[in-house]
């Protein structure tokens, strides 16, 4: 289930890009469109169908592969695009905010892109979105950094330990939330 999720969004992605010349604006529609679909098909907004909005991400990012367009480049509009569709149907904004930035990084690092940058990218795009649909922008950066960390953790080694760096060293993100986050 999971691995068609991310082929499927891997496939939208790739496939939207090629009919258009706005890769970015291709990339948030079909992002936003995958996870409105996927999370209204289960008929339940439950932790488990917001979960797969981590796996959309992570297919959207890989989709990116062969274009001129870096993981990192495209990090908030997937990021913010998720949490648009999510909070479209009425789904935990926070909780896709964690799951969407840690699939973001995931796939950059599948990809081979840059994930440091592309995680401050992602939690700095997080952030943003929650004041457009009227989440708490500090609950929101708590479950992004969180879920930027999750994701540092399950890469491990060096490619871990530079994500945190990065957290650690963006001036866009809120100190004491990264710092209490990383301890």
């Known amino acids: 289930m999971i691995d068609k999720i991310i082929t499927e969004a891997k496939n939208a992605v790739v496939a939207a890009i090629e009919g258009t010349g706005d890769v970015i604006m291709a990339l948030e529609n079909t992002v936003k469109g995958l996870v409105v679909s996927t999370v209204k098909g289960a008929g339940e ?19 990116l ?29 926070t909780e896709a905010i964690g799951g969407a930035v840690s699939g973001t990084i995931h796939g950059a690092a599948e990809m081979g892109g840059d994930v440091a940058k592309t995680a401050v990218e992602a939690v700095t795009g997080a952030i943003k979105v929650a004041g457009d649909v009227g989440a708490d922008a500090a609950d929101a950066a708590r479950h992004a950094l969180t879920g930027a960390i999750k994701a540092a953790d399950e890469i491990g080694g060096e490619v871990g330990e530079s994500i945190k760096d990065a957290l650690k060293g963006a001036a ?3 100190k004491e939330i990264v710092h209490s986050l990383l301890k």
């Not at 907004?45 to 992570?58: C, F, L, M, Q, S």
């Not at 990192?72 to 695009?81: D, I, K, L, P, T």
């Open 45 to 63: 907004v439950t932790e488990e169908t917001v979960g797969t909005v981590a796996h959309v991400a992570k297919g959207a990012i890989l989709g």
């Open 172 to 174: 866009s993100l809120p």
């Open 65 to 93: 592969a062969g274009t001129a367009t870096s993981a990192e480049g495209a990090a908030a509009a997937v990021v913010s695009s998720a949490v648009k569709g999510v909070s479209e149907v009425g789904g935990n904004v």
